[in-house]
C-alpha cells in the first residue's frame, strides 16, 4: 500500500485562458498550501415514488456538478499577485522604482470581471503520474483574507481564499519545481492611521468580498454556465493597543480616517543605487469605518478590538492594493 504524505502536497495556480479553459501556455505560480480545500460537489437525486413494493431505494440519477472550497497558507507575494487580480479585476505593472530592472509594482484597480483560474492540487508526492492531480479550472474568487499578527513572536503573512468553479478533473502533470521565494513575516509591517504611525496593531484581518456565484440554467450540461460578479467589499477586524480614545471616538462620531498597511518581506528582490529593494504589498484604505469598538483585557494589556469596513472612494474606491516583486506581469 501507497500512502501519500500530506505535508507533500501542494497546490499551483494559473490564469484561464477564458472562463473554464486552462491558457495555452498557462505561467504558474506554486502555492505552498496549509490546506488542501478544493473539492468536487456533486449532486445526487434518489427518487422516492411509489413503485409497487416496499423497497424505496431505487436507482439514483447523477445532479448539477461543480467545484468549490477554500484553500489557506502563508503569504507568498508571487502567488498573491494572481490572487489579488482574480479577486480586483485589473492589475497595471510598472518599475517599482526608477531604473530597475527586476523590481516590478503591480497595481490593481477595481474591474466588474475578474479573471478566473485554473488550480491543481497535489496530493501527496510527486511521482509523474496524473493519478494525484486534481484540476480545477474556472475557479472566481469568492473571499480573499489577508492576516496579519504582528505581536507573535514566529508571525508569518496568511492569506485564505474561497473559491468557486467548474468540477474538477485529472490533469496530466509536469516536474515539479520547488519555489525558492519565502513568505512575509509578520514584524516587518507597518501602519498610518490618519498621516500619523500607528505602533499599536497587535492583530489585523482584511476581507475582500466579491460576490462571486456560479450561473446555471437549462443549457444540457451538468456544469455551471459561468461565474459572476456581484457587489463587493472590503471589510475586517483589527485589534490595537488601546493608548487612547481616538478610534472610539472616530466610532462615535461615524468619522473616517484613511488607513495605509505597509507589508514587507525579507528577501531582495533588486539592488538599485546600492538601496535593496524588498518584495513588499502596500494597501491603502482611504476611508475607513469602524462599525464597532470594543475593549478588552488581552492579560497583559487593555486592548480594543474593532471591526471595520472600506467605503468608497473617488481616488482609490474601497482599497489600493500595490504589490512588489520580481514578477514582469500578471
Not at 175 to 187: I, M, Q
Amino acid at each position: 500500500m501507497t500512502v501519500r504524505p500530506s505535508r507533500l502536497g501542494y497546490a499551483r495556480l494559473a490564469k484561464d485562458g477564458s472562463w473554464g479553459v486552462i491558457a495555452e501556455t498557462p505561467v504558474w505560480f506554486y502555492w505552498p498550501t496549509t490546506t488542501r480545500g478544493l473539492k468536487y460537489e456533486l449532486a445526487k437525486m434518489s427518487p422516492e415514488g411509489a413503485v409497487g413494493d416496499l423497497d424505496l431505494d431505487q436507482q439514483s440519477l447523477l445532479g448539477r456538478q461543480h467545484g468549490e472550497g477554500r484553500l489557506e497558507g502563508d503569504l507568498y507575494a508571487d502567488p498573491l499577485g494572481l490572487l489579488l487580480l482574480a479577486a480586483i479585476g485589473s492589475e497595471t505593472p510598472t518599475a517599482g522604482v526608477a531604473e530597475a530592472l527586476t523590481y516590478k509594482k503591480h497595481t490593481y484597480t477595481w474591474a466588474d470581471t475578474p479573471p478566473s483560474l485554473t488550480i491543481e492540487e497535489y496530493k501527496g508526492l510527486y511521482t509523474g503520474s496524473a493519478t494525484n492531480v486534481e484540476q480545477f479550472l474556472g475557479m472566481g474568487v469568492q473571499t480573499l483574507t489577508l492576516g496579519w499578527a504582528p505581536a507573535e513572536d514566529e508571525s508569518i503573512l496568511s492569506v485564505g481564499a474561497a473559491l468557486i468553479g467548474k468540477a474538477p478533473g485529472k490533469a496530466a502533470t509536469e516536474a515539479f519545481t520547488k519555489p525558492s521565494y519565502r513568505p512575509l513575516p509578520g514584524w516587518k509591517g507597518e501602519c498610518d492611521l490618519g498621516g500619523a504611525d500607528f505602533e499599536c496593531i497587535v492583530d489585523f484581518e482584511l476581507n475582500i468580498e466579491t460576490g462571486c456565484v456560479l450561473t446555471k440554467s437549462g443549457a444540457g450540461s451538468q456544469d455551471p454556465q459561468g461565474i459572476l460578479f456581484g457587489g463587493r467589499s472590503v471589510r475586517g477586524s483589527a485589534t490595537f493597543l488601546f493608548e487612547d480614545d481616538d478610534e472610539y471616538d472616530d466610532w462615535v462620531a461615524d468619522t473616517t480616517r484613511e488607513w495605509i498597511i505597509d507589508l514587507q518581506g525579507v528577501d531582495i528582490v533588486e539592488t538599485v543605487a546600492e538601496t535593496p529593494y524588498y518584495e513588499r504589498l502596500v494597501i491603502t484604505l482611504s476611508d475607513v469605518n469602524i462599525l464597532d469598538h470594543e475593549p478588552d483585557d488581552s492579560g497583559d494589556f487593555v486592548v480594543a478590538k474593532v471591526d471595520w469596513r472600506s467605503q468608497d472612494d473617488t481616488t482609490n474606491g474601497i482599497g489600493l492594493f500595490e504589490l512588489y516583486n520580481a514578477v514582469a506581469s500578471y
